[in-house]
């Protein structure tokens, strides 16, 4: 019972040692998306579905120095973790949770077209993103540039083969069942889970099911 009750509190002790600033942009309106597989009456899988889970226990060890990063929920890997925000542009902050090979994904307003979306990830080695949305200004996307090239300079522990060896793994599994018509890129990640947020629990088709795994 101890241990149930110091968990939340140590998450709200950590909120509150952050900056309001720093508590805004990295901690508030964040989820973690999950992929669950859906089983039949006689125990056969198949059907897989994105929820959704708060962040605040996840992000508290990353921000936490020292602490252990469980990149699980019970069995159930963290597939990406999704923030709304003002700005979509990651920063400096930000490279913390970059740094556990999850990928990242921001966005105004999740719910809408309208709004941009850029998925920060991990592959070859380096740092990537992909933007969808209205062109950023000129401004914005030098903004963009530097930041990523800052993280790219910046020390962490990802081992970029075994992130390789996970998205070829995934391909190989994917391109046996996926449809002739299916036409997709592996490196945009959780981005139609983002998009597709806007209700909380809801079947994957085979193509998002491939971004994901």
Known sequence: MMKQLLRPTLSA????TLAPSAFA????????????EIKDE??????????????????????????????FIGDLKIRAVMCRRASVIANEADFKVLATGIPFVLSQNFDSAESDLVTYYYKDGEFHYVHKG??????AQATLDARMANFNERDHDLDAADVEAEDAAA?????????????TDADTDTEDAA???????????????RELE
């Not at 002790?13 to 509150?16: E, G």
């Open 195 to 209: 998009e597709d947020k806007s209700t909380k629990q809801k079947p994957l088709s085979l193509e998002k099911r």
């Open 42 to 71: 006689n125990g056969n899988g198949g059907t897989q579905v994105a929820s959704y889970r708060p962040a605040a226990d996840f992000l508290a060890d990353v921000y936490t120095d020292g602490a252990e990063v469980n990149q």
């Open 25 to 36: 942009d990295n901690i508030a309106n964040c989820e973690l998306v999950l992929l669950e």
């Open 13 to 16: 002790l950590f909120l509150a």
């Open 171 to 183: 391909k190989d599994t994917s391109d046996e069942t996926e449809d002739n018509n299916a036409d």
């Open 134 to 139: 209205e062109d950023l200004s000129e401004i």
